[in-house]
């Protein structure tokens, strides 16, 4: 049985998301508090597997306590934010505080996406349960902060070489994401699409985060806009992202394996446009998104590249890349890009 500990200040959705939690049997909640500081002594006195957290709580907000309770004990905690504008920034700035997943306020009963709220904050729950959490060592910009971030220098790439590298990543994408960058040479300036399931309404949200700790251009992919060196796009909310003759087209086709973006749909389109000259990534995960795209890439003759269970958050997306033999080895994160870099100036692996 895994133990929950829910941080809301609003009774009612205090409620609902205790009420959704406990309709699972693996589930349990040990402990309800309204406020940050309540928070952190219930975590010292009850010790939860997982902390779900509100981001505006009186005494103390939600990003302070996630930051004691990580530093302390390193205890998962899923920012759970509503979708007013504030709160979708401010929730971004959970992942430097050390939370391992941000998603949206369930609905409510009754509403379009109240099903779906309920299966992925369930799932996020019990994905998270065996991770530990951790608090960034490197500074980053606060977003919107009005700091103008440089894109990475241009250098020309060798011809022949990767022409663009696709990422595809869920449950603790963005903390894997962070490391990536930070060890991604800046001379290193192909473009890069990413498919990061995230919840609807915090795309924008998510490429300005990660604009401040990638310190390169990032922006939500816009549809028939041509993909530039130095550029990172990002997929928007509940369209796939695709790649065709060096241009983006977004598509409103059905959800692949439960995912819409789908990083088998991106990692797909790569192979079919550019072949040898695509490199595809998994990273971190919960599920098979984006396996059967890398080993379509890999067939088309491109380089894969999987995260290594060791320096995955969660890690069924990297067994399930092995099992379906979309990469020969997985590699450690922070090899990832080191190695990116070398196959990009004509070094290329012997192993992939």
Not at 110 to 131: M, N, Q, S
Not at 163 to 190: D, W, Y
Request: glycine share 8%.
């Amino acid at each position: 049985m895994l133990r929950v500990l829910v941080a809301e200040d609003s009774a009612t959705a205090r409620l609902l998301i205790v009420s959704l939690l406990s309709s699972d049997a693996e589930l349990t909640v040990v402990g309800q508090a309204k406020n940050g500081a309540e928070a952190v002594a219930l975590c010292e006195s009850l010790r939860p597997d997982v902390v779900t957290m509100d981001i505006q709580m009186p005494v103390m907000d939600g990003l302070e306590a996630t930051r004691q309770i990580v530093s302390r004990w390193g205890t998962p905690v899923i920012m759970v934010s509503s979708l007013d504008p504030a709160d979708v920034s401010r929730s971004m700035l959970a992942f430097n505080a050390g939370a391992l997943a941000v998603l949206a306020k369930p609905s409510g009963p009754g509403t379009p996406r109240f099903e779906r709220d309920c299966r992925e904050l369930i799932a996020t729950v019990k994905a998270l349960a065996e991770a530990k959490a951790s608090i960034a060592e490197e500074q980053v910009t606060p977003a919107g902060s009005g700091a103008e971030v440089q894109p990475a220098p241009i250098a020309t790439s060798r011809p022949g070489a990767v022409a663009i590298i696709g990422i595809v990543a869920s449950t603790g994408g963005p903390i894997a994401l962070r490391i990536f960058f930070k060890e991604l040479p800046a001379k290193c300036n192909t473009p890069i699409v990413i498919v990061q399931q995230i919840a609807p309404g915090f795309a924008s949200a998510f490429a300005e985060w990660l604009t401040t700790v990638s310190h390169r251009k990032v922006k939500v992919a816009v549809d028939r806009e041509r993909v530039s060196e130095g550029v990172v796009y990002v997929a928007p909310d509940d369209r796939h992202l695709t790649v065709v003759g060096g241009a983006i087209e977004l598509v409103a086709g059905e959800p692949r394996d439960g995912a819409r973006p789908s990083g088998t749909v991106l990692l797909a389109s790569l192979a079919k446009s550019y072949g040898a000259r695509a490199a595809g990534v998994l990273l971190s995960g919960n599920g098979s998104d984006g396996v059967v795209g890398l080993k379509e890439l890999l067939d088309a003759g491109g380089t894969s590249y999987v995260q290594d269970e060791a320096s995955c958050t969660t890690r069924e997306t990297s067994r399930a890349a092995l099992e379906a033999g979309a990469v020969g080895m997985t590699t450690p994160l922070a090899e990832i890009p080191k190695r990116l870099a070398n196959l990009i100036a004509g070094r290329p692996e012997t192993h992939v």
